[in-house]
């Protein structure tokens, strides 16, 4: 998978903040003209902060549309429809700094469970768990900013789809891995 480039990466942030704002406050205003690596297929997360607090993360773990539909609709969904939080407000945006993640295509960890932390990188890899009916998702910065090692990060993965902590430790329960390109707004405040 090609890299985007900084440039890439600044519009990629630009497009998430303009489409919040256009959908929140009715802001108008454009990005700089998108590369042909927008019109590729990727997968993507949208993750808002409040003063360093999450306020919202959604995307698209799979490359099922173009990066810049992706990315509109995840930082849509992320500020409006997270059902963690309350919808982002008007008057919240000057507090928000968004981060834009893109994904490689996740792909099966093929080891035997007994040996999945010792093939699991933190800052690398991000993690996705499935079985019996639920699964969930952890994008590589929730290890690095937790300071989890890989045990660590596989319970909290195997918590957020809602399954017991260690069902990672089953060869029953499918494991993803999958990396990300991390761009991020920097605070000026």
Known sequence: MMLLDDDEGKAALCLAR????????????????????????????VTLNEFGDLRGCIGFPYPVMPLSEAISDSAISAATKDPRFMPVRAEELKNITIEVTVLTPPAPLLCPAERRAGNIEIGRHGLIIQGRGNSGLLLPQVATDYNWS??????????KAGLYRD??????????????????EKRTT
């Open 18 to 45: 303009k489409t919040i704002e256009r959908m929140i406050a009715g802001k108008e205003a454009d990005c700089p003209p998108l590369s042909p690596i927008f019109s590729e297929k990727r997968g993507v997360f």
């Open 150 to 159: 890989p045990e660590e990060f596989l319970d909290n993965t195997c918590l």
């Open 167 to 184: 069902c990672w430790k089953d060869d029953n329960y499918e494991l993803l891995t999958f990396e990300g390109q991390i761009f991020s």
